[in-house]
């Protein structure tokens, strides 16, 4: 077991303050760590991780789906299990008062368990479904599995409280799995937990668009990175340097082409009417997360939540994800996030992700039509094959990377951060083999995260962005 940092009180300098900084953060301080620094251009100790304050970070956001389904994965189930419990504790300690951010009271609560419902159009259960059944039988929670169509599973549900998660939609045809055990959290507020819980144990932060932001690498000779400096000129001394921009690592960190690429998720915000019986209707207590043929490619792809506290209902589309190519001071073209913030704004999302949303909402949640709406592109960091990529450069001393969310990370804000401590000490861990430095395979095609198949990203500039028949306008009726 080596140790790739000298000693504990070396300089570690992160830059990114979302899920994968603040998680790789909060653990190396628990592990004894003295000298870390977090580095964001966004100022979030003010806009609090909120989108309509000018942060668009993929954590910066109302609410993330937390689900226990992985499918055939076993490793990343015992990892969401991990997460789940620890969520869990988060929310005591909030109770408890042990760990409380400011503005939070003791009524404060990061996890939702108002379970995570599973629909799909077929009769038939698909494979993923299949494997997570089995791999829920072999942790011992086949009970936490409500099949729809068997009615002794409806009744285990209802007995448990989630009678009202069963069939929120009223279809025809119920085909689906609800998971007793999922829900959701609150996005925003969780990353203001994290990051008030790292400063408790001593973290630095340094934020704002100037003080924060990342200019370039402090370098001795091409391969050694000794720290970084920021856009006011500052340098920031490291023996180790870990890269955690989510969507902006990979133009960052150049190295990561073909391994990493940058991609937009569509969202969709409607704002219920105060005092509105729509508000009753979608409180969290009477209607679960739920996600309709998710893996079923471009027509499929929808997921959505319960209301937040202000009546956001959020509906997001990643059937089709999108990409913003452009060519860089290096000559190679690389997709990067366009969003309302950024210096050219984007308002709208794609047609596809707009007509596929309000097919949906047309059919299975009309009363959300006469809401007032707003989009957001949101950008995953996609790995070819959906893993983490957690990892040093290759043939470059002092640079990590901790990204390639692949558009699951969220979850794991509790527990993600051991494992990047894991592989910074050269420990065992069941999960770094897959998060290693990698590249494609001659024989191998990239993996879809959504569709468990071949990779669906689309250039958004094969897209008309601008045509006002193309788009859904912000502000504009869905
Ligand atoms: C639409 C969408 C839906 C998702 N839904 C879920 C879900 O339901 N459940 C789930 O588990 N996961 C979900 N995910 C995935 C999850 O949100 C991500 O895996 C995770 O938030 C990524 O965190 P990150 O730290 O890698 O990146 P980000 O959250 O994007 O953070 C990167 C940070 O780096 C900063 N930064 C960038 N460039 C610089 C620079 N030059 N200088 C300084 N700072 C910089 C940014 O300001 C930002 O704060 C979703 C993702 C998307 C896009």
Redesign the pocket.
Known sequence: MTSRISSKSSPIVI????????STAIHLAQRGYTNVKV????T?HETEYSYDKG?D?????IN????MAYGSQMEYQTLALDALSRWKEWNEEIKTGSTRPPGFTADDALFINNGNLTMFSDSSLPEFETRTMENMAKAGLERSQIVLTKPIDVDRAKTNGFGFAVDPFKRKDNYGILDIQGG?VY?DKACRFALHKAEALGVQFISGPKR????GFVRDGESHIKGVRTADGTSHSAELTIM??????PS?VTQLDHLCETTA?S?CIFQLPPGSALWDRFAPENFPTWTYDIRHGASGGL?GFARDTNGAVKI?Y?GTKFTNPQTQADGVSRSIPTTRWTAESTRQMPLLAARTIRSFVEKHMPELLSCETKNRL????DSFDNHFVVDFVPDVDGLMV??G????????LPNLGSHVVDRIEGRPSDYLHLWRWRSLGPDQRPYNSIMEGESSARSLKHQDLTADDCLIKQQARI
């Not at 970070?57 to 956001?61: E, N």
């Not at 993330?64 to 689900?67: A, C, G, P, Q, V």
């Not at 924060?212 to 200019?215: A, E, I, N, T, V």
């Open positions: 830059v990114g303050a979302g899920v994968f900084g603040l580095l964001d251009k966004q979030y942060c970070a993929a954590s910066a956001d993330k789906i937390i689900r959701f996005a924060g932001l990342f200019s955690a921009c989510g969507g902006w690592t960052l998720g969202v997921y997001g990643r949101c950008w995953y960091t901790a990204t969310g692949s558009g699951h990370g969220f979850k794991f």
